[in-house]
């Protein structure tokens, strides 16, 4: 089944904000940041059902080498897949569970 994206608005803040941080870090950091969101997004559009159910209904994927969490349900009757959060490992309870 093919699915479309849909995600919260907070999910912008959330990609903004750590693409903030990396570029102070070091110059084009943010861009791998970015990458590493794409590609992980594009894997759980692919197989969502793949990825166990954690609390809420919400699923959890992860890029493969920044520390954050990409929160995530399937929308059934819609085809969708609902990104809530991406968030840093270490803030993902608190900002994350806030949103559902």
Do not use: C
């Not at 590493?36 to 919400?58: C, F, G, M, T, V």
């Not at 270490?90 to 569970?97: C, L």
């Amino acid at each position: 089944m093919a699915y479309q994206l849909q995600y919260f608005d907070e999910v912008g803040t959330d990609i903004r904000e750590a693409k903030i941080w990396y570029r102070e870090q070091k110059e084009g950091l943010e861009i791998a940041f970015a990458n590493a969101i794409i590609k992980a997004i594009d894997k759980i559009l692919r197989a969502p059902e793949s990825y166990a159910i954690r609390y809420r209904n919400i699923r959890i994927a992860h890029p493969k080498v920044f520390p954050y969490n990409i929160h995530f349900y399937i929308d059934e009757p819609n085809s969708s897949i609902v990104i809530t959060a991406i968030v840093h490992n270490k803030r993902q309870e608190v900002i994350a569970r806030k949103r559902i």
